[in-house]
């Protein structure tokens, strides 16, 4: 995860410092739901914030991480006695608290961005709080920030905490997945049912399910950890073409676009990435599937006749 500084130069944190040791992580939210980081890098960076002696490390949404103060700067964000040990982001909601899909894509950032923090510093995962944990905790305000949220898409700061220590370990993570003239283990996807006609395929190589983060054009498929997100969910749709049927990789999250090859590809050349794409009606699309001895599936490009594999 880069994270991106945008420094609030006016607000009263930054203009007169106070300088702390970071010992604790706090994870907060914004309470305004569909405003990104953008919007809050405008409006935070003046003196008092509506008036108000506010302030945090750095906001968190769909598009990435944005630090807003150096991580050793004391911040106004719990108010309470954690701000003089603790480095908070604060993450921005999405319009609706029951969208899972926008839900995941800020927490899997902020997962990455709060590994990285634990490192930096030497904090345990297990030293990551909540503002409303913190209020419990005797550290913080009376805040509900981020259980009011994540409580409506079943996802609790457990959960958190075991995907920063699981990142930290080294199995959370994401590969890139691309056409490649191996058949080994690295092209071999194992179709795990997900209910209502969609399948996880999860790639035998690395263990890690199919993901598209996001509906838009150009987006990258990667390999991910599972986390039960629409992203993770496809249909394998066989359309026919003269006398021979082909196959379509259709995400869950963005019905009527397909996995695309960049560029086509070319035979015999490899790491050419797959992208999703609105329906094209071309080679770009279209893949053969084959059944191997172990159970998994081969994905095969009818134009290149490439493999979909991951990077090794």
Same mark, same amino acid.
């Given at each position: 995860?880069?994270?991106?500084?945008?420094?609030?130069?006016?607000?009263?944190?930054?203009?007169?410092?106070?300088?702390?040791?970071? !010992?604790?992580?706090?994870? /907060?939210?914004?309470?305004?739901?569909? !405003?990104?980081?953008?919007?809050?890098?405008?409006?935070?960076?003046?003196?008092?914030?509506?008036?108000?002696?506010?302030?945090?490390?750095?906001?968190?949404?769909?598009?990435?991480?944005?630090?807003?103060?150096?991580?050793?700067?004391?911040?106004?964000?719990?108010?309470?006695?954690?701000?003089?040990?603790?480095?908070?982001?604060?993450?921005?909601?999405?319009?609706?608290?029951?969208?899972?899909?926008?839900?995941?894509?800020?927490?899997?950032?902020?997962?990455?961005?709060?590994?990285?923090?634990?490192?930096?510093?030497?904090?345990?995962?297990?030293?990551?709080?909540?503002?409303?944990?913190?209020?419990?905790?005797?550290?913080?305000?009376?805040?509900?920030?981020?259980?009011?949220?994540?409580?409506?898409?079943?996802?609790?700061?457990?959960?958190?905490?075991?995907? !920063?220590?699981?990142?930290?370990?080294?199995?959370?993570?994401?590969?890139?997945?691309?056409?490649?003239?191996?058949?080994?283990?690295?092209?071999?996807?194992?179709?795990?049912?997900?209910?209502?006609?969609?399948?996880?395929?999860?790639?035998?190589?690395?263990?890690?399910?199919?993901?598209?983060?996001?509906?838009?054009?150009?987006?990258?498929?990667?390999?991910?950890?599972?986390?039960?997100?629409?992203?993770?969910?496809?249909?394998?749709?066989?359309?026919?073409?003269?006398?021979?049927?082909?196959?379509?990789?259709?995400?869950?999250?963005?019905?009527?676009?397909?996995?695309?090859?960049?560029?086509?590809?070319?035979?015999?050349?490899?790491?050419?990435?797959?992208?999703?794409?609105?329906?094209?009606?071309?080679?770009?699309?279209?893949?053969?599937?084959?059944?191997?001895?172990?159970?998994?599936?081969?994905?095969? /490009?009818?134009?290149?006749?490439?493999?979909?594999?991951?990077?090794?």
């Amino acid at each position: 995860m880069n994270i991106q500084q945008h420094y609030l130069t006016k607000n009263k944190c930054y203009v007169s410092p106070k300088i702390i040791k970071p !010992v604790r992580l706090m994870v /907060h939210s914004t309470a305004c739901k569909g !405003v990104m980081a953008s919007s809050f890098l405008k409006t935070w960076n003046t003196y008092q914030p509506g008036g108000r002696s506010v302030c945090i490390h750095g906001f968190i949404d769909t598009t990435g991480a944005y630090q807003t103060l150096p991580f050793n700067y004391r911040a106004y964000h719990c108010g309470g006695t954690c701000n003089n040990n603790a480095i908070g982001f604060e993450l921005c909601e999405p319009s609706s608290y029951t969208d899972r899909e926008t839900s995941m894509k800020i927490i899997n950032n902020a997962v990455e961005v709060y590994a990285h923090l634990c490192q930096l510093y030497g904090i345990s995962p297990d030293n990551i709080v909540s503002h409303k944990e913190g209020h419990a905790m005797g550290i913080a305000s009376n805040h509900a920030d981020t259980a009011h949220w994540w409580n409506q898409i079943g996802y609790t700061m457990d959960d958190f905490r075991k995907a !920063v220590k699981d990142t930290i370990k080294g199995t959370n993570r994401s590969v890139d997945v691309v056409l490649n003239t191996s058949y080994g283990d690295e092209s071999r996807w194992y179709l795990e049912d997900a209910g209502d006609g969609y399948v996880y395929m999860r790639n035998k190589k690395n263990g890690l399910y199919l993901d598209v983060e996001s509906s838009g054009n150009g987006t990258f498929f990667k390999t991910r950890t599972k986390n039960g997100a629409d992203s993770q969910k496809f249909r394998v749709l066989h359309k026919p073409y003269y006398h021979v049927d082909y196959i379509v990789i259709e995400p869950k999250i963005a019905p009527g676009k397909y996995a695309a090859v960049e560029g086509n590809g070319s035979p015999g050349a490899g790491n050419t990435h797959l992208k999703l794409w609105d329906d094209l009606k071309n080679n770009q699309q279209k893949f053969w599937g084959k059944v191997a001895s172990d159970g998994s599936y081969l994905f095969v /490009h009818t134009y290149s006749f490439l493999y979909v594999s991951v990077v090794k």
